[in-house]
């Protein structure tokens, strides 16, 4: 795929033996996807928030909706779904870049994004969260959303230099009906976000032929 399109790309696939990973496992800013657990968090302790500001945050990605969220929780929430999920990190809490959320800057591998989506299915309270997935904006089911059953969640952003990086981590079904859990990074050698989601796309129908083969989800 980097050889098509230049820059890089990092996938991975978890389940209940841990994450497996091709390409760059870096730890890159995880942007929307982190609204997951802070929609799950939300859904535990604050279900009336979550039911206002959970459908806008996760399938339009609505940044003041997630806001909405994060203010009804606190980081130790957040990091206990991190935890629950199996997920070795902690949101982020620090202000790194004024424009941007301080949520959206916690550092996530592609290898944890599809941990966190492996044991989706075991964390209490992600049902509300999981339904949602399943039914993003069209303009964000790039990616793993054109492959079958898709509940996903995608983030995108400027890195430093400028140039978008395009996060994702999914559920999708294999022909057996199977959850296989997968988690993406793709940066696009040109910077711009139309090229990221062609990359994304690209990656998921190579994927595609493989489901069958993949170890399916921890939950």
Not at 23 to 37: E, F, L, M, R
Not at 51 to 68: L, M
Not at 155 to 161: D, I, L, M, V
């Amino acid at each position: 795929m980097a050889q098509t399109f230049g820059g890089s790309v990092g996938v991975a696939v978890a389940g209940a033996g841990g994450a497996l990973a091709g390409g760059d496992d870096g730890a890159y800013p995880a942007w929307s996807t982190i609204k997951v657990p802070i929609a799950i968090a939300a859904s535990r302790l604050a279900p009336v928030e979550a039911e206002v500001f959970g459908p806008a945050a996760i399938q339009a990605s609505d940044n003041v909706a997630a806001e909405s969220l994060w203010l009804a929780v606190t980081p130790g929430d957040v990091n206990q779904v991190l935890a629950d999920a199996g997920v070795g990190t902690t949101v982020n809490t620090e202000k790194i870049r004024p424009e941007y959320s301080v949520f959206g800057q916690t550092l996530l591998t592609a290898s944890q994004e599809a941990t966190l989506a492996s044991h989706l299915g075991c964390v209490a309270g992600a049902g509300p969260t999981l339904s949602l997935m399943g039914s993003v904006n069209s303009d964000q089911a790039y990616g793993f959303g054109q492959l079958p059953g898709a509940r996903l969640k995608g983030g995108w952003g400027p890195s430093t230099s400028g140039g978008y990086q395009v996060r994702q981590l999914a559920l999708v079904s294999n022909n057996r009906g199977e959850d296989v859990a997968l988690g993406l990074t793709v940066i696009p050698a040109s910077g711009d976000y139309a090229t990221g989601q062609a990359m994304a796309t690209a990656v998921a129908e190579g994927l595609r032929p493989l489901l069958d083969d993949l170890p399916t989800a921890a939950c």
